[in-house]
C-alpha cells in the first residue's frame, strides 16, 4: 500500500537555526509531492510542490525541498526559522497510478523557540 | 473573500444525534473533498466530488454521506454521531479531478466534538 512517512513528529529548534523537516515515500512509481503547513487553529495551505524538472524546489516564506528518486525521499528545509514557522507540516503524494488521492503523512510539528 | 469556508467552526453534539457540516467555495473549482484529521494530527480523504458527481469514497461508515447540491457545494451529513467521530473536519476544493498536480485549497475545519 502506498503509504507517506514522516519519522519526526515534534522538531524543536531554536529561532535562526536551520531546519529540515523529514519526507520519505513508499514507492519510487512516477509521485508528485506536496509539503502543506497548518498554523494553530487553520486549515492547510500549500507551501510547495514539485511536479517535474529541476529537484530542489523553492516555496513561500524561505522553505525549500528537494526531491530524491532513489531515496524517496521529499525532505523540506529552512536556512533560518522565524517564530513564526511555528506549526504542523504535512508532506503529501499522489502516485501517478492513483486514483485522484493525496496521500498524508502523519505531520510534523515545527516549534520554535526564541 | 474567503476561498473555502465552513459552517460551522465549532460543533459539539451528543451521541446519536444527526449533525451537518456545510462547505462553500468560490474560487470556481470543479472538485471539492472532505477530510478528517484525527487527535493525533493523521489527515484522511473522506470523500471527493467533481461536479456533483461522487469520485472517492473511502472506508467511511455510511453514516456519512456528502451531498454536493452544486459543484460550489459540498456538506456532509453525520447521522447516529458516535464518540470516535469527534475529530477535525476540512473541506478542500482543487481545479480538476483526475490532475493529480493540482494544489488542494482548504478550509479553516469544523472541529467536532461528540460527548
Known amino acids: 500500500a502506498q503509504s507517506v512517512t514522516q519519522l519526526d513528529s515534534q522538531v524543536p529548534v531554536f529561532e535562526e537555526a536551520p531546519v529540515e523537516l523529514r519526507c520519505n515515500y513508499s514507492s519510487s512509481v512516477s509521485v508528485y509531492l506536496f509539503w502543506y503547513v497548518q498554523y494553530p487553529n487553520q486549515g492547510l495551505q500549500l507551501l510547495l510542490k514539485y511536479l517535474s524538472g529541476s529537484t530542489l524546489v523553492k516555496g513561500i516564506n524561505g522553505f525549500e525541498a528537494e526531491f530524491n528518486k532513489s531515496q524517496t525521499s521529499f525532505h523540506l528545509r529552512k536556512p533560518s526559522v522565524h517564530i513564526s514557522d511555528t506549526a504542523e507540516y504535512f508532506c503529501a503524494v499522489s502516485w501517478m497510478d492513483s486514483s485522484y488521492k493525496l496521500i498524508f503523512g502523519s505531520g510534523t510539528r515545527l516549534l520554535v523557540r526564541p | 473573500d474567503t476561498a473555502v469556508s465552513q459552517t460551522p467552526k465549532y460543533l459539539v453534539t451528543q451521541m446519536g444525534n444527526d449533525k451537518s457540516i456545510k462547505c462553500e467555495q468560490n474560487l470556481g473549482h470543479d472538485t471539492m473533498y472532505w477530510y478528517k484529521q484525527d487527535s493525533k494530527k493523521f489527515l484522511k480523504i473522506m470523500f471527493s466530488?467533481?461536479?456533483?458527481?461522487?469520485?472517492i469514497n473511502e472506508t467511511v461508515p455510511n453514516r456519512f454521506s456528502p451531498k454536493s447540491p452544486d459543484k460550489a457545494h459540498l456538506n456532509l451529513h453525520i447521522n447516529s454521531l458516535e464518540l470516535g467521530d469527534s475529530a477535525v473536519y476540512f473541506c478542500?476544493?482543487?481545479?480538476?479531478?483526475?490532475?493529480?498536480?493540482?494544489?488542494?485549497?482548504f478550509g479553516p475545519g469544523t472541529r467536532l466534538l461528540v460527548l
Open positions: 478542500a476544493s482543487s481545479h480538476a479531478l483526475g490532475v493529480l498536480q493540482e494544489t488542494q485549497y
Open positions: 466530488y467533481n461536479n456533483k458527481e461522487l469520485i
